[in-house]
């Protein structure tokens, strides 16, 4: 997600800024910019790429003469959300007399109207952003003092912000401010510095106070002055970073894994934001571009992918076919892209892909095309080639995703397509009750993934297990079958256990030879159809000696009591609706892989053969 990094002081600001940018380029960008006041007026540079590219050009450009007096400034990465990666779109971004400088991490859902409102009063936007339009709302309100005309505009928004702001006619004030996307303030020795996140921070000070959602501050050096968008003054304690400068850059988390397995409540908010609508019980999915009598014609669906985006689609298949009646075939890109498929004018080819680049599923997508059907994307990286490629889809919003074993895309992605089945849904023979019901349970999955992650330390007590055996099994049955194969795939790729994901049916004709006591098994026995063979299936492994680590909903006393006595270990997830039990089950089984490969020491976030994205054939 986007950087922001604010600075006034008695210092260079520009260098700040730009180490400070730096410290945050683990979080992935497309672009960079940064703006300053030189002799009171606003300076700026911006373009895509990396930042040191930022930094070249601004050293280039700006001579050390001309950099004197920069004391004050803002700047941004950029992760792209409304507007392809360009040079224009990139952050800060000028109100309309070029006075004032917004950087902006976050999303305004109600954009499209405040520009229309704003383009009606004569004002030319450069960009394709939402925080342009929040810039120019901005000057549109200011009548001298910066405060108020922030806070004006920050009432009519809808969605979520942290900004900093800087004004030519305040050469030593910041406005700060946030809502849904973190924002601290940094108070050192005459100095402060505003940033998304302690890793731009750290390095200067650790007395940071955290702006809580709907505060609004007005910093200068060494002080912040703190109230709410109602200008009521509010008191917010100072903290003390005990972080050092290479953890904050994983948010105190040792792997980046794991500050992502522990980002998904909030990634998993921003993939659904917007995207529920609580009058016609459905879900919104303009990005797809379908008219309502589009999708009524799609006769069939085929969800293209490799990895663990192919076991997203897997799960997205039930939820489609069993919510929208529709038929969905999951295919292997590499194979699909070679085997001449059978395509028709009333199929939907979905091509998921988190990096939007990998070259099997870009290769389905182009073969696909040649066919003229529907061809749509499901990435997380805007404006990836696969996202050009298809020209229409659904962006997971999941920020960027560093560690190599993919956690937050793949939950995002089962959420998307739960998303799509319930748009289908309801356009076909789903009663707005139960779409209510469906969006009730679209709402309550952070909440439910969020509980599910305090299960944290009896996984990995549970892990200990796992982690000294060489070969394992997961087995799971109907929507948990592909659950089990990415929980085998996870623990494979970061912990080099030669896992397989079975269905437990199919352990009977074959694998179940393999079975002794030092091959542990993974069993999903959550509250799903197809549970209760699961115990069969259970007893079966324990009569050859297997080791049996169970995955159960809580409550489920009938299931729990038959396991208690025969399994080595259960993780209990919490009660949830039928459709949440996926997402649950996947993230206890990305804890346990996590685990297991800490307690074999291996390098969880660069696991070894593996790229992050497999861009050759
Ligand atoms: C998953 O943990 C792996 N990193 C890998 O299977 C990945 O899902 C696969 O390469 C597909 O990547 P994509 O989603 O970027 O297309």
Redesign the pocket.
């Known amino acids: 997600m986007c950087g922001i990094v604010g600075y006034v002081g008695g210092r260079d600001a520009v260098e700040i800024l730009l180490n400070g940018l730096k410290r945050m380029e683990y979080r992935g960008y497309d672009s960079a910019g940064l703006a300053t006041l030189r002799a009171g007026k606003l300076a700026q540079v911006k373009n895509t790429g990396k930042v040191q590219a930022l930094a070249d050009r601004v050293f280039r450009e700006w001579s050390e003469e001309f950099r004197e007096g920069m004391h004050i400034g803002i700047a941004h990465t950029r992760w792209a959300t409304h507007g392809a990666p360009t040079d224009a779109n990139a952050h800060p971004h000028l109100d309309k007399a070029g006075k004032i400088a917004l950087v902006h991490n976050g999303i305004i859902e109600n954009y499209a109207g405040l520009r229309k409102m704003l383009e009606a009063k004569g004002h030319v936007f450069l960009s394709e952003t939402d925080s342009e339009v929040l810039a120019q709302l901005i000057g549109a309100l200011y009548q001298g003092d910066l405060l108020q005309a922030v806070s004006a505009a920050l009432l009519q928004v809808e969605g979520t912000f942290g900004i900093a702001v800087l004004d030519e006619a305040h050469p030593e004030l910041l406005v700060a401010a946030r809502r849904g996307s973190p924002l601290l303030i940094g108070l050192g020795e005459g100095e402060s510095i505003i940033a998304s996140d302690a890793a731009a921070v750290v390095s200067h000070t650790r007395n940071v106070i955290y702006l809580d959602d709907d505060d609004i501050a007005e910093v200068r050096a060494g002080t912040a002055d703190i109230r709410n968008l109602h200008n009521v003054p509010v008191n917010r304690a100072v903290s003390h970073l005990d972080w050092d400068s290479g953890a904050a850059e994983k948010g105190g988390y040792e792997h980046f894994m794991l500050k992502e397995i522990f980002e998904q409540p909030d990634a998993m908010r921003n993939c659904l934001r917007g995207r529920l609508d609580d009058t016609l019980h459905t879900s919104v999915l303009t990005g797809l571009g379908l008219e309502p009598r589009d999708m009524a014609a799609i006769q069939r669906i085929v969800l293209v992918?490799?990895?663990?985006?192919l076991h997203a689609a897997m799960v997205g298949k039930y939820f489609i076919e069993e919510l929208a009646g529709i038929p969905v075939e999951t295919e292997q890109a590499a194979e699909f892209r070679y085997r001449n498929p059978i395509l028709g004018p009333h199929d939907l080819v979905l091509a998921?892909?988190?990096?939007?680049?990998?070259a099997d599923?870009l290769a389905a997508v182009r073969e696909a095309k040649c066919k003229g059907t529907l061809v749509a994307g499901m990435c997380n990286v805007v404006a990836s080639t696969i996202a050009r490629e298809t020209g229409c889809g659904i962006y997971l919003h999941a920020g960027p995703e560093i560690g190599?074993?993919?956690t937050k895309?793949f939950t995002c992605q089962v959420t998307a397509l739960f998303l799509l089945a319930l748009k289908l849904g309801r356009g076909r023979r789903l009663s707005r009750q139960q779409g209510a019901g469906l969006v009730a349970t679209a709402k309550a999955l952070p909440e439910l993934v969020a509980a599910t992650l305090k299960l944290n330390d009896k996984v990995a007590a549970v892990a200990e297990t796992l982690a000294s055996c060489r070969d394992c099994f997961y087995i799971g049955r109907g929507i948990l079958h592909p659950v089990a194969l990415e929980g085998a795939?996870?623990i494979k790729?970061i912990s080099y256990i030669h896992a397989e994901g079975y269905h437990a049916a199919e352990l009977k004709h074959g694998p179940i030879a393999l079975l002794e006591a030092a091959v542990p098994v993974v069993a999903l026995a959550a509250d799903v159809p197809g549970k209760d063979k699961m115990v069969s299936n259970i007893q079966e492994c324990r009569a050859r000696g297997a080791p049996v680590i169970a995955v159960v909903s809580e409550g489920d006393e009938a299931t729990l009591t038959s396991l208690r006595p025969i399994v080595q270990a259960i993780i209990e997830l919490p009660k949830a609706p039928l459709h949440a039990v996926p997402v649950l089950c996947v993230v206890a089984l990305q804890l346990l892989a996590y685990h297991a490969a800490r307690l074999r020491g291996c390098p969880i976030d660069q696991p070894r053969n593996?790229a992050?994205?497999?861009t050759v054939e």
């Open positions: 992918a490799c990895g663990t985006s998921i892909s988190q990096s939007g680049e990998t599923t190599v074993a993919s895309a795939l996870k790729e593996l992050k994205s497999v």
